[in-house]
């Protein structure tokens, strides 16, 4: 569970990058002389171009950020105090406006997007701003006045040194107006995504991140940290405004306008998702924090390291696809097969890289955070977290692609069920195994909550459109798994003889030539295993980077 998300990094636009006129799967091979189908490919590749680049700089940022922390604060209980208040606004973002983004507000913008109707779009964006304006401000008050209750929801008043929960209180108090700037600036992303304006707002999530980096950098303190988060969040809407030039706003209040009945009916399901899912991350806090004042570190860490192969791959591939789906939402045998196409790439990437971090665990933590006041003892139980968390990421990303289709058949009410239910199963299995495991049940209820939404959306989808998980998709899966397994064993191998998985203690130095032997071993394995399992979907990748 990342602490401090990217916040309006694309995540999960369902229907509204319009990417191609008539939309294809980007990784799909045009038939000869199909030159529609290409053109169509191209402009996906193109889209998806952009917002890989500006989640590989996310991400990267987002890495810096952690190791910045690492190297300024380790895993000390200041540390996880801020974790715990930095949460706030971010949680708020998620429930009030993060959400509302992914599931309407993109696809009302879309259909006001066309040239000729401008004027209607900036009228509606005019009143989504000044509504969502009002509503975080009156927000941003209450947490204010109840930022002690605030505390104690998320576990704060939990912490074993009596100090913390005082300085939680106040770091809330600090961090909360952020959620006012989040917010505002994933509505004009929206708007921005809706106009196929995409470079800009691709890139705002590593403004976010370097504005945090900078700002601890430049003072090493807790308050540090903070103040990079206001700052962050004022530049993701600063830079935005830029692309906007031609919008005409001005505050404008109608509840009873057709657009905004349309926004709330759909964002109603997801609301209903969310706020479960909120609940549940503050439950994870209230029982991480019970079993030690420092395993709200160990989770932070573990989840920046878990969620970047997950960012880097299944975002990019979901978010060109997705428009494609949307397209094809009436037409079941070619929107069965864009879906299962894109199970079977993200499946490709996504098992070898989670064989790679589950065998050289240790010695990437140790490689990227063992410095400064991060030790070889906090290397060894960031790893053993990681490791956990990973028996769930490949559901993970096999999940969003089907969360993603059921968005593009405008179905925004099974996905919020079926979160719903994952969420009650994985409360469930955190506090039935939270005495005999401590902060690892919640590691294992987490990939538990995978593998159940994963099976319960495709049980969806199979009453939806028919078979999803067809002959083709399961043999590209086993071959894929295997081809994963191999890589985690040479990796394993390697790194073992060049110095093993149990040293540490030097600092990152003592890792290098651990992860570059473990990574080298592994790619090269995976490689050898594409051509000799004729793994199609990966071999495809490097045609389509070059195009």
Request: glycine letters at 8%; proline letters at 5%; hydrophobic letters at 55%.
């Amino acid at each position: 569970m990342e602490q401090i998300p990217d916040p309006v990094t694309p995540e999960g636009v369902p229907t509204a990058i319009a990417v191609a006129d008539n939309g294809a799967v980007a990784f799909a091979s045009p038939a000869a002389g199909d030159n529609d189908r290409d053109g169509e490919s191209r402009g996906i590749v193109r889209a998806a171009a952009v917002l890989a680049a500006g989640n590989v700089a996310s991400r990267v940022l987002g890495l810096a950020r952690e190791i910045v922390k690492a190297n300024l604060f380790g895993t000390t209980p200041l540390l996880a105090a801020f974790q715990a208040a930095a949460y706030v606004p971010t949680g708020l973002f998620d429930l009030i406006i993060g959400g509302m983004v992914n599931s309407s507000l993109v696809p009302v913008f879309s259909d006001y997007a066309e040239r000729e109707r401008r004027d209607e779009l900036w009228h509606v964006l005019s009143m989504v701003l000044s509504l969502a304006t009002l509503v975080l401000l009156a927000v941003v008050a209450v947490v204010e006045v109840f930022a002690p209750q605030v505390a104690w929801l998320v576990g704060a008043l939990n912490f074993a040194e009596p100090d913390l929960s005082a300085v939680s209180v106040s770091l809330i108090r600090m961090t909360t107006p952020a959620v006012l700037f989040l917010g505002i600036a994933s509505i004009l992303t929206g708007a921005l995504y809706a106009l196929k304006r995409f470079t800009i707002p691709a890139f705002i999530g590593a403004a976010f991140n370097g504005a945090i980096v900078t700002v601890a950098l430049l003072t090493r303190t807790i308050d540090g940290l903070v103040w990079g988060l206001l700052l962050g969040a004022v530049l993701q809407v600063v830079l935005q405004l830029p692309a906007l030039r031609d919008a005409r706003l001005r505050p404008t209040l109608s509840i009873h306008h057709p657009a905004i009945r349309r926004i709330t009916r759909l964002y109603i399901p997801v609301l209903a998702g969310l706020v479960v899912n909120q609940v549940a991350i503050m439950l994870s806090y209230n029982l991480a924090i019970r079993t030690g004042d420092q395993s709200l570190n160990y989770m932070n860490y573990a989840t920046t390291l878990y969620q970047f192969p997950l960012g880097l791959v299944v975002t990019a591939l979901s978010i060109a696809t997705l428009p494609t789906l949307s397209r094809q939402a009436a037409d079941l045998p070619a929107f069965r097969t864009t879906l299962a196409d894109g199970l079977r790439l993200v499946l490709a990437l996504i098992l070898p890289a989670t064989a790679g971090l589950l065998a050289l665990a240790p010695a990437i933590i140790g490689l990227v955070f063992e410095h400064g006041r991060f030790t070889a003892a906090d290397t060894a139980m960031t790893a053993l977290v990681l490791r956990v968390y990973l028996a769930g990421m490949p559901f993970a990303a096999a999940d969003q692609m089907l969360v993603f289709a059921s968005y593009a058949r405008k179905d925004t009410w099974r996905p919020a069920l079926v979160g719903f239910i994952s969420i009650l199963v994985y409360s469930a299995v955190a506090l039935a195994l939270l005495r005999p495991l401590g902060l690892l049940s919640l590691m294992v209820a987490d990939a538990v909550k995978h593998v159940v939404h994963t099976l319960l959306m495709l049980v969806v989808l199979r009453r939806q459109v028919g078979g999803v998980v067809g002959r083709p998709v399961v043999v590209s899966a086993a071959k894929s798994l295997l081809a994963a397994a191999m890589t985690g064993l040479a990796a394993l191998g390697a790194a073992w003889l060049v110095g093993g998985l149990a040293s540490g203690g030097g600092g990152p130095l003592a890792w290098l030539p651990v992860v570059a032997a473990g990574g080298a071993a592994g790619l090269l394995v995976y490689t050898a295993a594409v051509f000799a399992l004729d793994i199609s979907e990966t071999r495809a990748l490097p045609r389509l980077l070059r195009r």
